[in-house]
């Protein structure tokens, strides 16, 4: 008999200021320590992804936010969890960034976004972000 893992939905942030983009190291001795993400968290029962990923960001940077546009939907198997992630772009209405969740923030370019180790599920919110910045430049010009 198998076992159904635990299915868990995710959402991230991506906070876009001046051509750079806000990414959080997880604790060393949290799930996936050591790793970059995209910050947000757990939807709760009762919400939406939205109100989810606005809490979370409120939560866990004590920011306020808007949510932008949906980017992607990643869904990753870590061995004892599935984590379904919904990334979207983020806006920064107010607040100064204090770390409650995680050890490290960092504001990166998108090719610097390679540079970091990032935790499975966000590699499609990157690859997601990197084709919206793409079409949105080609519209521009």
């Given at each position: 008999?198998?076992?159904?893992?635990?299915?868990?939905?995710?959402?991230?942030g991506?906070?876009?200021?001046?051509?750079?983009?806000?990414?959080?190291?997880?604790?060393?001795?949290?799930?996936?320590g050591?790793?970059?993400?995209?910050?947000?968290?757990?939807?709760?029962?009762?919400?939406?992804?939205?109100q989810?990923?606005?809490?979370?960001?409120?939560?866990?940077?004590?920011?306020?936010?808007?949510?932008?546009?949906?980017?992607?939907?990643?869904?990753?198997?870590?061995?004892?969890?599935?984590?379904?992630?919904?990334?979207?772009?983020?806006?920064?209405?107010?607040?100064?960034?204090?770390?409650?969740?995680?050890?490290?923030?960092?504001?990166?370019?998108?090719?610097?976004?390679?540079?970091?180790?990032?935790?499975?599920?966000?590699?499609?919110?990157?690859?997601a972000?990197?084709?919206?910045?793409?079409?949105r430049d080609?519209?521009?010009?």
């Amino acid at each position: 008999m198998t076992i159904a893992k635990p299915h868990i939905v995710v959402v991230a942030g991506v906070i876009e200021k001046q051509g750079y983009y806000l990414i959080a190291q997880r604790f060393d001795d949290a799930s996936q320590g050591g790793l970059w993400e995209f910050p947000g968290g757990k939807v709760e029962l009762d919400e939406t992804p939205i109100q989810a990923l606005e809490r979370e960001l409120s939560e866990e940077l004590s920011i306020t936010t808007t949510t932008g546009i949906w980017l992607a939907d990643s869904v990753f198997d870590y061995g004892d969890k599935v984590v379904e992630l919904k990334g979207y772009l983020s806006h920064w209405r107010q607040g100064d960034i204090m770390l409650n969740s995680h050890q490290k923030i960092a504001w990166v370019s998108l090719l610097q976004l390679a540079d970091y180790q990032f935790c499975a599920a966000d590699y499609s919110i990157i690859t997601a972000l990197q084709q919206y910045i793409a079409s949105r430049d080609s519209d521009i010009s």
